[in-house]
Nanobody
Framework: QVQLVESGGGLVQTGGSLRLSCAAS????????MGWFRQAPGKEREFVAA????????SYADSVKGRFTISRDNAKNTVYLQMSSLKPEDTAVYYC??????????????????WGQGTQVTVSS
């Protein structure tokens, strides 16, 4: 069982930056592929970024590529999402997610089994 707790959300102006953190409980965090999804009001939850268990590979949605960076620190059981050049359309609740996947390919995006409670990111124009 893994529990995920996000932090770092808030209100920022267009062009600004934020860093989200996701702290995971449990001793097997280093075996987990981790990801970030987001959900804007009235829209479906969408994939943002993912990172393999080793941190050796990352994947991004086209809408955030070049602006967001996902990283992890397995010694601290934490995954991060550094967000830069933020736009109003990045406004959403951001969710951290993970699943046991000690492989260098990607799990199906629908198969992530653990989710945090979400953190609100609001980008003002």
């Amino acid at each position: 069982q893994v529990q995920l707790v996000e932090s770092g959300g808030g209100l920022v102006q267009t062009g600004g930056s934020l860093r989200l953190s996701c702290a995971a409980s449990g001793r097997t965090f280093s075996n987990y592929a981790m990801g970030w999804f987001r959900q804007a009001p009235g829209k479906e939850r969408e994939f943002v970024a993912a990172i393999t268990w080793s941190g050796g590979s990352t994947s991004y949605a086209d809408s955030v590529k070049g602006r967001f960076t996902i990283s992890r620190d397995n010694a601290k059981n934490t995954v991060y999402l550094q967000m830069s050049s933020l736009k109003p359309e990045d406004t959403a609740v951001y969710y951290c997610t993970g699943r046991n996947w000690r492989r260098e390919d990607w799990p199906p995006r629908s198969s992530y089994s653990y989710w945090g409670q979400g953190t609100q990111v609001t980008v003002s124009s």
